[in-house]
């Protein structure tokens, strides 16, 4: 009885292993489909997938076309549309290093200063992790690398470039984060203000100053400095930042207390010696 069964149980199996032959070769198929394709066909599918927001396929082509054909006008292009492709899909590492590349390569390229720009524009909108995209922090109390990264890109195109059409949008993004990154610095000095550490919450504050001027900011952290120096009984320096707080912003709510404060040491705000 059993061996009249084997004939079947081969031919089953013939069957299965011509199937999974068949599945094999299908997957094993990797012909490309843009083989032969031109440089300029692959740039124009690349740039109808980015404009229909098929960014991963618009990289594949970008990519492709700068390993085909790594000269010209297409494959120098190609360069800046995966840059924004890369971004677009939520791959900012990978945008910013073709951006670094490019620019190295091509630094007299008439649309270097789109690339400068394009670097601003990804730190600018760079968040740390999903959280920070599900669960928005205010920024002036986050410290965000990428802000200060960003400031100095649009810092650069508009140093570089001062006639960029890019320029007037870099200006304005500056001031943005130029008055977050003051407010951070001040919430870090005024921390340091509430756990006893004067010196530290003094040098804070001496930087936003420095580095900040004319930021909304400079008004606390004018107050930070003066409270911090007579706490750590200097008040000669106290006196110095109570007076330009004075003169620059006299409606200061902190300018009552330093001035009382100064009084008890025996130096009046606008006295020139203890």
Sequence with gaps: MFPSRVPS???????VLAVLALQACSMFDTKDKTEGWSASRLYTEGKDELRSGNYETAIDYFETLQARYPFGRYSQQAALEQAYANYKYDEP????A???RFIRTHPRHP???YAYYLKGLINFYRTTSLLDKLLPNDP???DNAASR???QDFQELVQRFPESRYTNDARQRMSFLRNNLAVYETHVADYYMRRGAYVAAANRARYVLETFAYAPATE???AIMALAYLELDLPDLARDAGRVLQIN???SADLPEIKSRLSAAGVGLDSTSS
Excluded: G
């Design 9 to 15: 149980i081969r031919r089953l199996a013939s069957v």
């Design 93 to 96: 590492d990978a945008a910013i």
């Design 111 to 113: 649309y270097v200063d």
């Design 149 to 151: 990264q960003s400031f």
């Design 140 to 142: 002036t109390r986050t």
């Design 220 to 222: 606390q952290a004018l």
């Design 98 to 100: 073709t951006l670094d």
């Design 249 to 251: 912003y006299p409606q």
